[in-house]
Structures are given as structure tokens and as C-alpha cells.
Nanobody, 122 residues
Framework: QVQLAESGGGLVQAGGSLRLSCAASGRTFGSYAMGWFRQAPGKEREFVAAISWSGYSTYYADSVKGRFTISRDGPKNTINLQMNTLKPEDTAVYYC???????????????WGQGTQVTVSS
């Protein structure tokens, strides 16, 4: 069992940066691949970024590639999402996710966090 708790959301102007963190509890954190999804109002939840259990492999949605960076800190049981050059279309609730396989699709997620709001003003 893994519990996930996101933090770091907020309001930022377009072009600005935010750093999201996800704290995981559970002794088996290191064996899970992790990721981030987001859901904007009236839209389906979509994949943003994922990182392998080792931290050596990362994957990004095309819409965030080059602007967002996912990382994990094993000893601290956390993953982070550094978001730069934010755009109004990045506005959404961001969810932390854990999976037995790389969580690049909704069906590959075993655990979800509660979500954190990110709002980018124009």
C-alpha cells in the first residue's frame, strides 16, 4: 500500500515557474514507477510525466516536453515536478501517481494522490 500527498500548487503568472512535490509513504516506495497527471475543468485526466523506479528513465507528454522536469528522491520518498515557462493551458489539478509499471496511462496507475491545484494566469 502506498499513500501519496502532493504539495506546491498555487497561482502563477504565465512564463513563471512552480515546483510540485509528492510525498509517498509505504516501505515499498522504491519499487514503484511514479508519475504526474493533470485534469483541467471539463477535460479528461491526462498524462504529464513519469519516472522509472530507478529514476534513470523519464517520459513526458509532448505538451510539456522541454518545460517540465520530473525527478525522484529515493531517501526522502518524494518525487518532484519542476514546471517552467508555464502557460495558461497548464492550469489544472495535478495528481501524483504510482504504478507497478510506468504510469503513462490511466490504466497503469495503481495509486493516486488527492491532487493539487495549479493556476496559470495570462
Amino acid at each position: 500500500q502506498v499513500q501519496l500527498a502532493e504539495s506546491g500548487g498555487g497561482l502563477v503568472q504565465a512564463g513563471g515557474s512552480l515546483r510540485l512535490s509528492c510525498a509517498a509513504s509505504g516501505r515499498t516506495f522504491g519499487s514503484y514507477a511514479m508519475g504526474w497527471f493533470r485534469q483541467a475543468p471539463g477535460k479528461e485526466r491526462e498524462f504529464v510525466a513519469a519516472i522509472s523506479w530507478s529514476g534513470y528513465s523519464t517520459y513526458y507528454a509532448d505538451s510539456v516536453k522541454g518545460r517540465f522536469t520530473i525527478s525522484r528522491d529515493g531517501p526522502k520518498n518524494t518525487i518532484n515536478l519542476q514546471m517552467n515557462t508555464l502557460k495558461p493551458e497548464d492550469t489544472a489539478v495535478y495528481y501524483c501517481a504510482a504504478g507497478n509499471v510506468l504510469p503513462t496511462e490511466l490504466s497503469k496507475v495503481n495509486y493516486w494522490g488527492q491532487g493539487t491545484q495549479v493556476t496559470v494566469s495570462s
